[in-house]
């Protein structure tokens, strides 16, 4: 798809909406003001979906052809064996739909916010819980994704960003709650006191849905790349399968999302 749009002089971009959150922004505005960051913590807690789109009037899909179908399975399936040929069906569906399909989105937003990453230090994935250790140079990144699909419409999903003197956190709401603000928690105090406070921001009601369009229009008629471009999109896929492949192995993989075509230049010493 990049080669494609780079043939065709078009721009392309990949819908990872975190990144256009007004509360995520001002968290990166806040986020180089902390000092001796040490911890990063993100917390999913997946919950059934429908309770938030009842109210929407949705409709159902049907009529799609059996044979459209088998093939875009096949599809899938062949994506699947290239990306990791010699994992198991369990590990081959937890990439393909707990990371790629899930996951993606925090990963996504852990890059905007800290970088590349430089090692996945631990990953076990399952259908019900994924857990993943990943270091930002000094500083440490626990991700917890859990599966709660079949109790209460409670989803939440938090990003802490834990120092000694100052503690950042960014939770979100369900995605498909329109218009629903993400909240800003900034928390500090006068190290060794009980003195300690916290301050609750509502940057905004707008839409990172609809931020990322205007971000998308805005790159089209200002002919330059999104913020969240395609080498950005395959940055997440890589660092998705090197995630799959430390749980396979169970050992560290270094640079997890870097691209094959980086790594091949700087083991060639070419530019």
Same mark, same amino acid.
């Given at each position: 798809?990049?080669?494609?749009?780079?043939?065709?002089?078009v721009?392309?971009?990949?819908?990872?909406?975190?990144?256009y959150?007004?509360?995520?922004?001002?968290?990166l505005?806040? /986020?180089p003001?902390? #000092?001796?960051?040490?911890?990063?913590?993100?917390?999913? @807690?997946? *919950?059934?979906?429908?309770? $938030?789109? &009842?109210?929407?009037p949705?409709?159902?899909?049907?009529?799609?052809?059996?044979s459209?179908?088998?093939?875009?399975?096949?599809?899938?399936?062949?994506?699947?064996?290239?990306?990791?040929p010699?994992?198991?069906?369990?590990?081959?569906?937890?990439?393909?739909?707990?990371?790629?399909?899930n996951?993606?989105?925090?990963?996504?937003?852990?890059?905007?916010?800290l970088?590349?990453?430089?090692?996945?230090?631990?990953?076990?994935l399952?259908?019900?819980?994924?857990?993943?250790? /990943?270091?930002?140079? #000094?500083?440490?990144?626990?991700?917890?994704?859990v599966? @709660?699909? *079949?109790?209460i419409?409670? $989803?939440? &999903?938090?990003?802490?960003?834990?120092?000694?003197?100052?503690?950042?956190?960014?939770?979100?709401?369900?995605?498909?709650?329109?218009?629903?603000p993400?909240?800003?928690?900034?928390?500090?105090?006068?190290?060794?006191?009980s003195?300690?406070w916290?301050?609750?921001?509502?940057?905004?009601?707008?839409?990172?849905?609809?931020?990322?369009l205007?971000e998308?229009?805005?790159?089209?008629?200002?002919?330059?790349?999104?913020?969240?471009?395609?080498?950005d999109?395959?940055?997440?896929?890589?660092?998705?399968?090197?995630?799959?492949?430390?749980?396979?192995?169970?050992?560290?993989?270094?640079d997890?999302s870097?691209?094959?075509?980086d790594l091949?230049?700087?083991?060639?010493g070419?530019?």
């Open positions: 798809m990049i080669e494609a749009a780079d043939r065709a002089g721009h392309l971009m990949v819908g990872t909406m975190k990144r959150d007004p509360a995520y922004q001002r968290l505005e806040l /986020l003001e902390v #000092d001796g960051l040490r911890l990063v913590r993100v917390t999913t @807690l997946e *919950s059934p979906f429908e309770p $938030y789109v &009842q109210h929407y949705l409709v159902a899909p049907s009529g799609v052809p059996d459209v179908l088998a093939a875009l399975r096949e599809d899938d399936a062949r994506r699947l064996d290239a990306a990791l010699d994992a198991d069906e369990e590990t081959r569906f937890c990439y393909r739909w707990m990371l790629l399909d996951l993606v989105h925090e990963f996504n937003a852990l890059r905007g916010a970088g590349e990453p430089d090692r996945v230090t631990f990953a076990d399952s259908r019900s819980v994924v857990a993943v250790n /990943l270091t930002f140079g #000094d500083v440490e990144c626990h991700l917890s994704w599966d @709660l699909l *079949s109790g419409a409670r $989803y939440r &999903q938090e990003f802490m960003f834990l120092a000694p003197d100052e503690r950042l956190t960014l939770t979100l709401p369900s995605p498909y709650l329109r218009n629903e993400s909240e800003l928690t900034v928390e500090g105090g006068e190290p060794g006191s003195h300690s916290s301050r609750r921001e509502i940057v905004s009601y707008d839409e990172a849905f609809k931020r990322e205007v998308l229009h805005r790159a089209i008629t200002d002919d330059r790349e999104p913020l969240t471009d395609g080498r999109g395959l940055h997440d896929v890589m660092l998705c399968r090197s995630i799959a492949r430390a749980h396979l192995e169970r050992a560290p993989v270094q997890p870097r691209l094959e075509a091949s230049a700087s083991e060639t070419s530019q």
